[in-house]
């Protein structure tokens, strides 16, 4: 059974047209990550949320935003994407966040198509 | 700064051939944890091994098996006898051990194996 769930598979979006990503999970995890991954390169951490609280990483564009209702979905909104947006949007979920025990699971991504 | 290299971007074989997949990572922390993440086309990032850097034993789990060696700061993966289901892109990861840091990837190295 699928444990960490992501919808759409495929998204297609017009330039600056506002679109979210979903992100859902049945492991009770504490914590939810967002990544974009493009083309033939590594997945870059956008921000995760530990518990409520929301993480931020230093160099992710004002352009990308999160929202995490309750422990199961966290959303990821791209106000205005541009055609540098289009990618693989990966959701991961950890217990923790304590690298010794705590292991990443992750979604099988939404890949975003930016027209 | 934290940085992981792999430098193989793309390996073909042919199944049953064996194949490392090279790692070396740059830290300047003592403590610090390694990972392999598996990519398989369907997308999602398959978690295959966590090795703190205390632990320098080598690891084989079936046909994987993996060298890590302070040393050379590098943890290679070598599939053994390999087949068509090993097809997928693998990166290697590198985290700190204090505190919440994310894991800092590589860039990948795409695995094709031929029947």
């Known amino acids: 059974d699928a444990m960490v769930i992501q919808n759409p598979r495929y998204q297609v979006t017009q330039f600056g047209k506002p679109v979210t990503l979903s992100c859902s999970q049945t492991l009770n995890h504490n914590v939810m990550y967002w990544y974009q991954q493009k083309s033939s390169q590594a997945p870059k951490l956008l921000f995760h949320?530990?518990?409520?609280?929301?993480?931020n990483e230093a160099d992710t564009p004002d352009n990308f935003q999160s929202r995490r209702p309750n422990t199961s979905f966290c959303f990821l909104d791209i106000r205005s994407p541009g055609l540098g947006d289009a990618a693989m949007y990966l959701c991961?979920?950890?217990?923790?966040?304590?690298?010794?025990?705590?292991?990443?699971?992750f979604g099988p991504g939404t890949r975003l198509t930016v027209l | 700064a934290q940085k992981v290299t792999q430098a193989q971007t793309e390996i073909s074989v042919v199944e049953k051939e064996d194949v490392t997949l090279d790692c070396v990572y740059e830290t300047r922390d003592t403590t610090y944890y390694l990972f392999w993440y598996k990519q398989p086309p369907s997308g999602e990032l398959v978690f295959l091994i966590r090795?703190?850097?205390?632990?320098?034993q080598n690891e084989i789990s079936g046909r994987y098996s993996w060298n890590f060696q302070k040393s050379t700061s590098s943890f290679n993966f070598t599939i053994t006898a390999s087949q068509v289901v090993d097809s997928a892109v693998y990166f290697c990861a590198l985290s700190r051990d204090t505190g919440f840091q994310k894991l800092v990837f590589g860039t990948g190295t795409r695995l094709l194996v031929s029947p």
């Open positions: 090795r703190n850097s205390f632990d320098e």
């Open positions: 991961a979920t950890s217990r923790d966040r304590q690298w010794s025990t705590d292991t990443q699971y």
């Open positions: 949320y530990y518990d409520k609280d929301f993480n």
